[in-house]
């Protein structure tokens, strides 16, 4: 057995293998594997999907335990037990305390994407408008609807034809910290002659995951909700990745104490690393005809029988996410450290969300195969992969999250002279 197999046969299309070829066979908390019997920590956890690490045993034994009793595993959206647990869990100890029990549960198709496409066709019914505002350096996912708001280019190329009914604005920051770019969103959306109309939705992500973490404050997603409601316009909050403790409360926007009209959750709701996604719909919003929006796979049981097991298990109390608000603190502080020993590297991110940007093009890249080489798996993002984005799973230990720390920093310092050498060659 050996990766050549999946080489020869795999579509061009793959992608993190190119960067982490090894052969993985087992995985159990923050660990992986490979065939050889080979340690790798791993700092990017199913690209945030492994919340609560691999093979987590609370949601393990739940789920082995759905299996072993021939629970249900598809089922349309029949009516199950699974369903009305999980539901149960989530609206009492997720939604409830934070004052969100007003919102439906719409489950769509297994990834977040159909959140995405589900959300947008929503708030083009509920508005009668079409136009979606999406944001510099988002990614909502590859489907049609979601890649037009999507920003890489790349990507969007791939779709082989015009992505339509999307406004790019600029993100907090975008022009720097001084210029205020929910002004300049106002200016041409009160204008009537800016070539702007009033959109059926903005959606936006708080922290960006693929987009390089620039992070939204709470002051201007409070402008942002504002703006939307006095337009009349829906205001799409993308949690795919943000979502789940990720950036210290179970929702990003928490902080901001805005109510989104519609919440798209996918990545780690079933905290086991199986397919599940949902849209979070404020009801006053819940225009759906029955079965206006289909799908086969609309919520699996196996996925149900997790979630709730993660909800019960992490989130009765407020322990586990004061331990992540911990960890991440542990974490910003050692990233503070390699930063300030470099020229040219800062701290980016919010929670355990956090990340390296580097001045220099390709040395994030090459911060990350290093690590690789020394056992830790961490991706990049952002433009050009500008950016180390490290995305442990919450429940790793603090030894763990040194451990990790440790060998970014060496392989920072080893960038140092390799990307020296690559500028010299180049
Ligand atoms: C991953 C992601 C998506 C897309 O989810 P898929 O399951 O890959 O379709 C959308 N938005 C954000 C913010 C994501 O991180």
């Known amino acids: ?19 982490f070829p090894a052969l993985f066979k087992r995985a159990e908390g923050s660990h992986v594997f490979d065939s050889q019997g080979r340690r790798y920590l791993d700092f990017l956890a199913g690209a945030g999907s492994l919340n609560y690490g691999h093979n987590n045993p609370y949601l393990r034994e739940a789920l082995i335990g759905h299996l072993n009793e021939n629970g249900i595993c598809q089922s349309l959206d029949l009516y199950t037990t699974a369903k009305a647990d999980f539901m149960e869990a989530f609206f009492d100890h997720i939604l409830a305390p934070r004052n969100l029990a007003d919102y439906r549960l719409q489950f769509v198709g297994p990834t977040g994407t159909n959140a995405v496409e589900a959300a947008f066709k929503l708030a083009r019914k509920v508005t009668g408008r079409h136009q979606i505002v999406a944001f510099t350096r988002g990614f909502h996912g590859v489907s049609l609807g979601a890649l037009a708001a999507s920003a890489e280019n790349g990507k969007r190329r791939a779709a082989g034809q015009p992505l339509n009914n999307v406004l790019r604005a600029p993100f907090e920051g975008y022009f720097g910290q001084k210029v205020d770019t929910i002004a300049i969103i106002e200016k041409f959306l009160d204008d009537p002659n800016s070539g702007w109309e009033a959109p059926a939705a903005f959606v936006v992500e708080v922290v960006q995951g693929e987009g390089g973490l620039e992070t939204a404050s709470p002051g ?37 104490g805005i109510k989104p009209d519609l919440i798209c959750v996918s990545k780690s709701i079933s905290g086991f690393g199986l ?12 225009q759906w005809a ?3 929006h289909n799908g086969t796979f609309r919520g699996s049981n196996l996925s149900f029988v997790t979630a709730t097991a993660a909800i019960r298990h992490y989130w009765l109390t407020g322990d586990f996410i004061g331990e992540v608000r911990a960890n991440a603190v542990i974490v910003r502080s050692g990233l503070n450290e390699i930063a300030s020993r470099h020229r040219g590297v800062s701290v980016v991110g919010r929670g355990m969300m956090l990340g390296l940007r580097f001045s220099t093009e390709g040395r994030a890249d090459a911060v990350s195969r290093a690590c690789f080489e020394q056992g830790l798996i ?17 429940t790793t230990p603090e030894a763990l999250l040194e451990e990790g720390i440790e060998i970014i920093a060496r392989c920072t ?11 010299g060659a180049a």
């Open 290 to 292: 029955p079965g206006e």
């Open 1 to 19: 057995m050996s990766i050549e197999v999946i080489e020869r046969h795999e579509s061009q299309v793959r992608t993190y293998c190119r960067h």
């Open 275 to 286: 397919p599940m996604s949902l849209l979070l719909i404020r009801s006053e919003h819940d």
């Open 378 to 394: 961490v991706e990049t993002c952002g433009p050009h992969g500008n950016t180390l984005k490290l995305l442990p799973p919450l």
């Open 413 to 423: 310092a080893l960038s140092e002279s390799r990307t020296e050498l690559l500028a």
């Open 220 to 256: 201007w997603l409070q402008r942002l909700a504002a703006l939307a409601s006095r337009l009349g316009s829906l205001l799409i909050i993308d949690e795919i990745q943000t979502g789940c403790g990720r950036t210290g409360d179970f929702f990003a926007f928490e902080a901001s």
